[in-house]
């Protein structure tokens, strides 16, 4: 297995310094929400990390591990904001050998979310989000829901992006959806 160290350098050569930075402050705001919530922080910075690791790959490369790999045929209709998460978890297993499921979940889910989502998905769907340099309208009130509750944030965040896709007339890829219909209305 790869160090820490040795995976910080394959997703710097994967990326642009101003996305690998991100990728750094979604690490850190994930270590930082692992402590408040209980969740194992090593686990959380590896997510974190690397959640964007595939998002400068082709779409050629997206549309062939698609077909080759069997995942939902309904992925081809959507682009590399879907993509880069819920496949590149494949590129994620096979280039960097991550094997750990609650990881590569975490990537999988840190884009579309997902109806039952586990503390440390919810982790990085929030880090994704709220990290510092995150600036736009609402930010402010997405880290404090987050900091009183995680399922608050994961809330917040899913309303946000149904009303950006659909204000800006994208589609709406299913899980996204799901995300939505399971997460409004069972926040504790
Ligand atoms: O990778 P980041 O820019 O850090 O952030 P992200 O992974 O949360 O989001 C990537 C993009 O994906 C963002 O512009 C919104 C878009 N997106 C999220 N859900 C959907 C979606 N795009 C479409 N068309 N459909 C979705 O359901
Ligand atoms: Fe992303
Ligand atoms: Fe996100
Ligand atoms: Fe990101």
Redesign the pocket.
Known sequence: PFSHTELMAKVAAQLTDSRYQ?CLRVEQTARQLAAANGVDVELASIAGLLH?YA?QRSDATFIKLIKTRGLDPELLL??N??W??VVGAELIKNELGIKNEDILNAIRR???GAAYMTKLDQIVFMA??IEPARDFPGVEQARQLTAQSLAAGVRFQIQH?LA??IGKG????PQ?LATYNAWVGHVP
């Open positions: 991100h964007d998002k959507y682009g904001g879907v880069h998460g840190h884009t579309v994704d989000f992006t950006y896709l994208a589609p709406v890829y996204t």
